[in-house]
């Protein structure tokens, strides 16, 4: 039933997956994967920017340059999830595979949380406001990124009914590298379903976050709202792994991921934990503008989406590898 709704909204953006690629030139690719997700870098960074000035926790430049790493960490992390899910696949041809450009969104969310606990010892704001700044500001990055999954035609869904998918035909799609079959047969919209249901997290974010919640409590309303919808959505979900069994990991993964916020909760309620922290519905707008206005601010995020676009959009020769030739 929500697909028969969902499908008219699909539709119009079906055309998103014409061409994947911006440009190829000496045995190098760049795909729009890329532009997708340096834009929603961007707009993630920026929210946590905002979202810790409207806490009182406005940064200097010098602090908040620190974030410059956090590309780096959900990349590499996202890399180490793909290799991880593979299994024993990996080794049966690991140079093959360490050249793949393959990442695992799941591992990018472990990145996400290595990175908040190193930066809480960097700088003075509590570790429940600033994961909660970040699983807002992850939200709205997740949103604008997943169109950039759609369009390069990774994470693709099953087939599905005649008028409830869309339709790849670009032979340099990674869809129809992996399965030429497909040109052309209705698939699931599973990449633009995610992207509509992190927008939905946005916006819920957005409603809760200054209603005087105890902080901490936005960050495990994401996790597992998100875990909770990739658990639903593994079931149209197929690609390049689907017999290695790697939709049963992701769901196992999610499945784990939604239990965080359940025992961090009980622990802090024993008194076992300080997560929670206090009852605040604070607003500092006077922070938040000179936040907003602040050129050092832009920079930093500009500077952090470059290196989002650069490490998510460069390929080799060969779309899906950093081989050269």
């Not at 934990?273 to 607003?283: I, V």
């Not at 006077?286 to 989406?305: K, R």
Request: aromatic fraction near 16%; charged fraction near 10%; charge should be positive.
């Amino acid at each position: 039933m929500i697909w028969k709704f969902f499908f008219p909204i699909a539709r119009r953006l079906e055309r998103l997956n014409a061409n994947p690629v911006v440009l190829q030139r000496r045995g190098v690719s760049f795909i729009y994967y890329g532009v997708f997700s340096g834009l929603g870098g961007f707009l993630g960074l920026m929210t946590i920017f905002l979202y810790l000035a409207a806490r009182g926790y406005s940064l200097a430049p010098a602090t908040a340059a620190l974030f410059l790493l956090m590309p780096l960490f959900v990349c590499v992390f996202s890399r180490v999830g793909h290799l991880f899910v593979l299994g024993r696949k990996f080794f049966t041809n690991p140079k093959k595979y360490l050249l793949e450009t393959g990442l695992y969104n799941q591992g990018g969310i472990v990145g996400v949380v290595l990175f908040a606990v190193w930066l809480c010892l960097m700088l003075p704001v509590p570790f429940s406001v600033l994961v909660d700044g970040m699983a807002y500001g992850s939200t709205i990055g997740l949103a604008v990124g997943r169109l950039g999954c759609y369009n390069y035609g990774c994470c693709w869904g099953h087939r599905a009914p005649d008028g409830l998918g869309v339709r790849y035909h670009n032979q340099q799609s990674q869809v129809l590298r992996r399965r030429p079959e497909l040109a052309g047969c209705p698939l699931y919209p599973v990449q633009l379903m995610m992207s509509a249901y992190n927008l939905f997290l946005f916006f819920l974010c957005s409603a809760i976050a200054f209603v005087g919640l105890p902080n901490g409590i936005l960050a495990a309303t994401f996790l597992f709202l998100h875990q909770g919808f990739r658990v639903w959505l593994e079931r149209y979900r197929d690609d390049q792994n689907f017999d290695e069994g790697r939709n049963w990991k992701t769901v196992r993964i999610a499945l784990s991921f939604m239990l965080v916020p359940a025992v961090v909760l009980v622990l802090d309620g024993q008194g076992w934990l300080n997560y929670l922290g206090t009852h605040s519905a604070d607003f500092f707008p006077a922070q938040v503008l000179d936040t907003f206005t602040d050129p050092y601010i832009w920079g930093i995020t500009t500077v952090a989406a470059g290196l989002l676009t650069l490490l998510y959009g460069v390929h080799g020769k060969t779309l899906g590898s950093w081989q050269r030739s």
